[in-house]
C-alpha cells in the first residue's frame, strides 16, 4: 500500500537540486498541457483570378509598336521587352491597363488606384460568387502588393467597400 508519509520523507532526503528540478519539469509539462493550444486549421475554401474585359486585350506585336512609340524606348529595351514576353509564357495576346491603352501612356497615381480597385474588387466579387461566403464571417483581411503602396490602404479600400468592420 501506498505510505503517503514515506513518500514525503523520501523525496526531504534527496538532495536539494532533484526536487528542483522534478518540480520545474512538472510545471514546464503542465503548462505545455494546458496553455499550448492546438493551432487553428485554415483551410482555402476556393479562389478567384480578375480576368479583364476584352476591351483590354492587346497583342504582342501591338505592346512592341506601343513601347516604341510611346515609351521613346530604345531599340535595345524594345527587344528586350519583346523576348521577355516570349519566355514567360504569354500567349499571342495579352492584356494592359486602360492607362496603357488609350492614346499617350498615363501613369498616374488615379490611374494606378482605378486599376487596382478594378482587378481587386474583381477578384474578390468573383470569390464571394464562389463561395456564397458573407462578409461578416470575414475575420482577417491580408493584402499583399509589393509595388504599389497607396493611402488609405488597399486593405481600407476592401474593407470600405464590403463594409467588412461591425
Known amino acids: 500500500m501506498f505510505d503517503l508519509l514515506a513518500f514525503f520523507n523520501l523525496f526531504n532526503n534527496l538532495p536539494i537540486i532533484t526536487p528542483i528540478f522534478l518540480s520545474l519539469t512538472l510545471i514546464a509539462l503542465l503548462s505545455h498541457f494546458f496553455i499550448a493550444k492546438p493551432s487553428r486549421k485554415v483551410f482555402l475554401l476556393d479562389f478567384a483570378c480578375y480576368k479583364p474585359p476584352t476591351s483590354q486585350s492587346i497583342s504582342k506585336q501591338d505592346m512592341v509598336d506601343r513601347t516604341r512609340r510611346y ?21 499571342d495576346s495579352t492584356y494592359l491597363p486602360r492607362a496603357f491603352l488609350n492614346g499617350p501612356i498615363n501613369p498616374s497615381l488615379e490611374e494606378a488606384r482605378r486599376e487596382a480597385e478594378m482587378v481587386i474588387f474583381g477578384a474578390v466579387d468573383e470569390l464571394f460568387g464562389k463561395t456564397r461566403v458573407k462578409c461578416k464571417d470575414i475575420g482577417i483581411l491580408i493584402v499583399n502588393c509589393c509595388i504599389f503602396n497607396v493611402s488609405p490602404s488597399m486593405s481600407s479600400m476592401i474593407v470600405n467597400r464590403y463594409k467588412l468592420r461591425d
Open 71 to 91: 515609351v521613346n524606348a530604345k531599340e535595345e529595351t524594345v527587344e528586350f521587352t519583346r523576348k521577355t514576353m516570349e519566355r514567360v509564357g504569354h500567349g
